[in-house]
């Protein structure tokens, strides 16, 4: 088939490799605009460009560039995976898209279907192959398949799991044909954007909820005023014991390490 692939991140770079080794046809990838990162400044571009570029495939940066090329030798279809953009509906009225969407719709649709499901507890997940239309997520879907999340799975863990069930997903319905979607059934819930207030631990919270919150990543706390983040967590007789930290400016160690640097007192906890 002769496609459009619109993606940014990492975890959109697998579907992309698949569908070249696939021997599609992938005329345009469409992407975010290249970004300064790290201390220098420097323009770098998105995952899914680099991969674009090591593939030898056009790159473009606005979603009308979709038309111009459909316009001048017409695409079969659009695959989105974590783009980030809406796409306007100009464009879906001139080609079909399906999304690969990483949650078992309805559930969680929106911007952080992985980290909600983990948040939330959920002991499974999975992924929608979906129709793409207007609304956010809404579409009627072709497939899905259900995965599980274990009591130590971290989001990471998660997406590497998604991605490559994913991947395997939309190659196989391609070979096969998309055949008709069905509407999404079940209670409708949003994965809103996780806002960096949230990863600040609240030790009030249960253990159950803290250890979940470490397994997202990014969690952090203070000790003695200062910051530190907590990487990896145990659960033991339904407490938690950090194992993996990293106190500010400083690199991550062993929970254990830190410790015998810090002493703590007895009785004194993080804040």
């Known amino acids: 088939m002769r496609l459009v692939y619109l993606g ?24 975010n605009p290249d970004r300064r990162r790290g201390r220098g400044g420097t323009l770098s571009p998105s995952p899914v460009k680099a991969a674009a570029e090591r593939l030898g495939i056009p790159v473009g940066h606005a979603v009308d560039d979709v038309l111009a090329v459909h316009a001048e030798h017409p695409v079969d279809l659009g695959v989105v995976v974590a783009y980030g953009r809406l796409i306007k509906p100009h464009v879906l009225a001139e080609l079909d898209f399906v999304n690969l969407h990483f949650s078992l719709l309805p559930r969680w649709r929106g911007a952080a279907p992985v980290e909600r499901a983990l948040l939330a507890g959920d002991e499974v997940t999975g992924v929608c192959l979906m129709q793409l239309e207007e609304g956010l997520d809404t579409g009627g879907v072709y497939d899905r398949v259900e995965v599980p999340i274990g009591p130590d799975t971290t989001a990471d863990d998660l997406r590497h799991e998604l991605v490559a069930v994913g991947t395997r997903l939309l190659v196989d319905r391609l070979a096969v044909g998309l055949g008709e979607p069905e509407p999404q059934q079940g209670e409708t819930t949003y994965a809103a954007k996780i806002d960096p207030s949230e990863l600040r631990i609240d030790w009030s919270s249960s253990a159950e909820q803290i250890h979940r919150l470490i397994r997202l990543g990014g969690a952090w706390t203070t000790f003695r005023g200062g910051r530190i983040k907590i990487h990896a967590a145990e659960l033991v007789d339904g407490k938690i014991v950090p194992t993996v930290v990293q106190p500010e400016g400083k690199p991550r160690m062993d929970a254990d390490a830190w410790r015998n640097g810090a002493r703590p007192a007895e009785g004194e906890w993080f804040e």
């Not at 940014?8 to 469409?30: C, I, K, N, R, S």
């Open 8 to 31: 940014t991140p990492q975890m959109a770079v697998p579907p992309l490799e698949a569908l070249v080794e696939a021997g599609h046809d992938v005329a345009l990838v469409v992407t």
